[in-house]
């Protein structure tokens, strides 16, 4: 995550502020975005792997698409649109929004633009607009139909195949999720039938996941898409040039990964498999949401009563955690969660709830707890919501039991100076009931 420090009088900073300065500036609930980690975040993966292929001596490039999925905040894609080498697209709609962005910063144009997802006729329609403007936009087919689809419209369009593989992750839900790529058979005929048509084959795309990595998974998705597809489509195709992972990224869930050793291992992995079967060493392509995203958002707020009626006290705070943590609650993926000052005093056994009447409005640990200062002023941090938060909750909409929506600052370096923008107050009741 972003470099999180605890000072001597038990603050926290985070990313060089101070967490408790803001709340104070601020009020609660607030909501904070650090444009500068998202931009860390991009530049260190680009590096490591720019640095792995240096010294392995590769010839293939390291593609890094923003998957614009995980965070729609203008500013959010926009930093690491202008970081990295492109977006990826997962709707109609998000590409609609990522060409404004191509057009807002067009001596950026050139950068890559991936099309995933279910396409109904409007998404491939602009598909192949777009297509007739720019380079480097590749849809990535996921079903027969779409193929039979693109076929009718005669024009030389970059595209590649996502495949469908049984799925090697931990997380159960993922599991039973992936409904998505081509089977053996879809894949087998479309290498056989792409050559009558004007469509361009450019890329082999799979999905590995970047949350609850394991390594000996990684590897086993990845060595088998490469050698059952990437180099049969290769062996094909001269224009195959692209294997893209998907997200695969692990997350920075702590500050000890060390993504250079993941980088070379990566790129050997490939130099290897390509040197094996004799074929030529691909781009690699990496779609990136919640690596990115995640750690950049961080929201505060105020423990406003301790109530006594359970085992371990209530430490009631001014905001709903449900409008919060919705990759916590809706899919079971870690936030950090703790007290951003009086680190250095006692601390206690309570639990966290929120400010609503609903029964599920609460936080603790496995154990049953969390602890938190013992002390009678106390803010709270939920270090890591920048993925999702916005578009499974909704922004500026009716949120849970009628709560405003935070109050959301944005803070960025620019030209060396660290700059603190509002972007939305804190919610009105009137605003609301225009709403509803």
């Known amino acids: 995550m972003g470099k999180l420090e605890l000072t001597q009088n038990g603050a926290i900073y985070y990313n060089g502020t101070s967490l408790l300065d803001l709340a104070l500036e601020y009020k609660t609930p607030l909501k904070i975005t650090f444009l500068d980690v998202i931009k860390y975040r991009v530049d260190t993966l680009k590096n490591c792997f720019d640095k792995a292929i240096g010294e392995l001596g590769y010839s293939g490039k390291f593609i890094y698409l923003n998957a614009n999925k995980a965070n ?14 492109g977006l990826e697209t997962s709707s109609y709609y998000d590409l609609l929004f990522s060409i404004k962005l191509f057009e807002k910063n067009k001596d ?8 995933n997802g279910y396409k109904q006729d409007d998404y491939l329609d602009e598909f192949v607009r777009i297509s007739g403007l720019k380079d480097n936009v590749i849809d990535i087919i996921d079903s027969l139909d779409e193929y039979e689809r693109l076929k009718k419209y005669q024009k030389e369009l970059n595209v590649g195949l996502r495949i469908h593989i049984p799925s090697l992750y931990s997380h159960e839900n993922e599991a039973q999720n992936d409904r998505f790529g081509l089977t053996d058979k879809e894949f087998d005929y479309i290498l056989s039938d792409i050559k009558n048509t004007k469509l361009i084959l450019s890329t082999i795309h799979f999905h590995q996941r970047g949350f609850d990595y394991e390594q000996d998974k990684f590897e086993k998705n990845f060595v088998k898409v490469f050698e059952n597809y990437y180099v049969k489509a290769s062996k094909l195709y001269n224009s195959v040039v692209n294997f893209d992972m998907g997200g695969g990224t692990p997350l920075p869930l702590s500050d000890d990964f060390d993504y250079l050793e993941w980088a070379k291992y990566v790129i050997g992995l490939l130099q290897k498999e390509a040197k094996k079967f004799n074929v030529k060493e691909p781009n690699l392509l990496s779609e990136n949401g919640k690596y990115s995203q995640k750690d950049s958002t961080v929201n505060i707020y105020k423990v406003i009563a301790k109530k006594e009626t359970d085992s371990y006290p209530w430490y009631v705070l001014d905001g709903s955690l449900l409008i919060a943590l919705p990759e916590m609650y809706a899919l079971g993926e870690p936030i950090k969660i703790e007290a951003i000052n009086d680190l250095d005093k006692n601390k206690k056994k309570v639990r966290l709830a929120g400010v609503t009447c609903d029964c599920d409005d609460v936080y603790f640990n496995k154990e049953g707890y969390i602890l938190m200062p013992d002390t009678d002023e106390v803010y709270i941090g939920l270090i890591g919501t920048g993925s999702y938060q916005n578009s499974m909750n909704g922004k500026r909409g009716v949120h849970h039991c009628m709560l405003p929506e935070e109050k959301d600052v944005v803070i960025e370096t620019v030209n060396g100076k660290v700059e603190k923008t509002v972007r939305n107050k804190l919610q009105t009741i009137d605003e609301i009931m225009k709403l509803v």
């Open 72 to 85: 729609y905040g203008l500013k959010e894609v926009e930093t690491a649109f202008i970081s990295g080498d």
């Open 108 to 115: 950026l144009f050139d950068k890559y633009l991936v099309l």
